[in-house]
């Protein structure tokens, strides 16, 4: 799946993140976040998990964390991809 327009979700409020996509050539990830030197590397494995589960091969994804868990970080990427992909056809089982 490639991203084919910019794409946001999400809110900036506490416990929340602003995920946006866009157009890129190969996948490249900005994460920036309140509780990055608690749980930097926690975010990162659940975006990458996500983004590998939608099949997602060009995009430029950035994220800005007040503190989500990890199912609102899914949640979120997969509104923000899905909106910028432009799918049709979607494999529901792969959003669960």
Same mark, same amino acid.
């Given at each position: 799946?490639?991203?084919?327009?910019?794409?946001?979700?999400?809110?900036?409020?506490?416990?929340?993140? +602003?995920?946006?996509?866009?157009?890129?050539?190969?996948?490249?990830?900005?994460?920036?976040?309140?509780?990055?030197?608690?749980?930097?590397?926690?975010?990162?494995?659940?975006?990458?998990?996500?983004?590998?589960? +939608?099949?997602?091969? #060009?995009?430029?994804?950035?994220? #800005? #964390?007040?503190?989500?868990? #990890?199912?609102?970080?899914?949640?979120?990427?997969?509104?923000?991809?899905?909106?910028?992909?432009?799918?049709?056809? +979607?494999?529901?089982?792969?959003? +669960?």
């Amino acid at each position: 799946m490639k991203i084919q327009k910019e794409a946001m979700a999400g809110t900036l409020e506490s416990s929340d993140l +602003l995920v946006k996509v866009m157009p890129n050539t190969g996948i490249e990830i900005v994460i920036n976040s309140d509780v990055n030197k608690q749980f930097g590397d926690q975010i990162r494995a659940v975006v990458n998990q996500t983004l590998n589960d +939608l099949n997602v091969t #060009d995009g430029l994804i950035i994220i #800005d #964390d007040k503190g989500a868990l #990890d199912c609102a970080i899914r949640a979120r990427i997969q509104c923000a991809v899905l909106r910028g992909a432009e799918e049709e056809n +979607l494999d529901w089982s792969k959003l +669960l």
